[in-house]
């Protein structure tokens, strides 16, 4: 299943029904999210592309570090885990 920006547009619930509704099924997704956050919630896998490029591939933990946002989108943003989940949340800082 490849889906382009699924969440755009939608409120916060929506958000959640949708990505579970993705999740939930049997199926290999690629998915085209600028939410970081949920995509850390949601994905297996992260991959950072720059002008055409893949900068940066791996886990949400892996991948959500300081340095990609440093180097691709030229901002300050502290990586912390969630306190209940674990997740890694970015918080932007610029």
Known sequence: MVLDEPTNQLDLRHQLD???LVRDRSVTAVI???DLNLAAAFCDRICVIAEGAVV???TPAEILTPA???EV???EVEV???PRT???QVTLLT
């Open 73 to 75: 989108y030229r901002v």
């Open 68 to 70: 990609p946002f440093a």
């Open 56 to 58: 940066a591939l791996g």
């Open 18 to 20: 949708a990505l579970r």
């Open 32 to 34: 085209a999210m600028h």
């Open 86 to 88: 674990g997740v890694p």
């Open 80 to 82: 912390t885990a969630h």
